[in-house]
């Protein structure tokens, strides 16, 4: 599996950002968001989770990222809880968090909704990588994982 993060400017002049991963395996290519940058020029910090998944984490959010199924789940923190939720596939117009009935439910896209799935101790022990800037910056003495970086239109 090869993961590639693209980045698509989406402001003349602003540094706004739609972000996706690449994931490619035997000539076949899947594509999966992440959460549009309105806010200005950032950076991802890669970890190694202890089950071999990743973990991207910017300004903006945090995200797990499955190269075997392939699949993105978006992270929450509330109240020191932790919960997760598979990212959409679709672009994000809106989006809410917000605790129902006992359930944390992810509400997106006026309308849609998904309940997040509490998170226990999937994070502890992450190794750090690097970090994803203009090009991936490697922690030293650490073997860079199979990710690259790419514009896309």
């Not at 992440?34 to 071999?52: C, P, W």
Request: hydrophobic share 30%; aromatic share 16%; proline share 6%.
């Amino acid at each position: 599996m090869k993961i590639t993060f693209e980045q698509r400017p989406i402001h003349p002049f602003l540094a706004e950002y739609d972000y996706r991963l690449a994931f490619r395996r035997n000539g076949t290519t899947v594509f999966r968001n992440l959460r549009t940058n309105t806010g200005g020029r950032t950076h991802f910090n890669l970890y190694r989770l202890k089950d071999g998944r990743l973990l991207f984490s910017d300004k903006d959010g945090d995200y797990i990222v499955d190269p075997n199924l392939p699949e993105v789940w978006y992270l929450h923190e509330t109240d020191g809880r932790k919960y997760a939720v598979p990212f959409p596939h679709e672009r994000l117009r809106s989006w809410s968090w917000e605790m129902e009935d006992g359930t944390m439910m992810f509400r997106y896209n006026y309308g849609c909704a998904i309940p997040a799935i509490p998170l226990t101790d999937e994070l502890e022990g992450k190794v750090y990588y690097g970090c994803i800037t203009n090009d991936f910056y490697l922690e030293a003495g650490k073997q860079a994982p199979s990710l690259e970086k790419r514009r896309f239109n």
